[in-house]
T-cell receptor
């Protein structure tokens, strides 16, 4: 059974710092990995989608890498801002057969960026 | 707005009530999903619909009954719920039955069962 772990569970930093959020998964047979952002009491906003054949994706100040063989992904946030404060979720979709459409989520990293 | 709209945003219901959650997308997606997010637990997949056909029921109790009349609309009918069913219920859609192009989530319905 796929398990997804995110470290750290919570992170509090001053504005301007560069951050790394970590995600690990137990079964490397994945179809893709997606990073989401969730603001308190709200739904999920997709940040970056990495297909299994890709090594990284970038969007603005965000960069996500994927090392499928070791079961790891990192989300790098450059020059953090208070508006980046949210919970960041990592989710993997397993490859093959009946696994399509099933995302397994980590518990998230709660990020707080202080002005 | 992400293109996936959920109503209502908040719902309080008694254990003997019957209510329905609605999800609507006009992204041209063919697959829709219900997820449950309980406090201090990861999101859990409940149901998957692909081209209006249910392809997954993740061992969800029968007090939750999904309905997908067309590829743009998804409902979750609720009856005789328990307080532990209180959670954020999220709807998502994708272009195909998998996530090759990623998933789009709605803002969720916050359900409280009293």
């Amino acid at each position: 059974k796929q398990e997804v772990t995110q470290i750290p569970a919570a992170l509090s930093v001053p504005e301007g710092e560069n951050l790394v959020l970590n995600c690990s998964f137990t079964d490397s047979a994945i179809y893709n990995l997606q990073w989401f952002r969730q603001d308190p009491g709200k739904g999920l906003t997709s940040l970056l989608l990495i297909q299994s054949s890709q090594r990284e994706q970038t969007s603005g100040r965000l960069n996500a890498s994927l090392d499928k063989s070791s079961g790891r992904s990192t989300l790098y946030i450059a020059a953090s801002q208070p508006g980046d404060s949210a919970t960041y979720l990592c989710a993997v979709e397993e490859a093959g057969g009946t696994s399509y459409g099933k995302l397994t989520f980590g518990q998230g990293t709660i990020l707080t960026v202080h002005p | 707005e992400t293109g996936v709209t959920q109503t209502p945003r908040h719902l309080v219901m008694g254990m003997t009530n019957k209510k329905s959650l609605k999800c609507e997308q006009h992204l041209g997606h063919n697959a829709m999903y219900w997820y449950k997010q309980s406090a201090k637990k990861p999101l859990e997949l409940m149901f998957v619909y692909n081209f209006k056909e249910q392809t997954e029921n993740n061992s969800v109790p029968s007090r939750f009954s999904p309905e997908c009349p067309n590829s743009s609309h998804l409902f979750l009918h609720l009856h005789t719920l328990q307080p532990e069913d209180s959670a954020l219920y999220l709807c998502a859609s994708s272009q195909d039955g998998g996530g090759h192009y990623g998933y789009t989530f709605g803002s969720g319905t916050r359900l409280t069962v009293v």
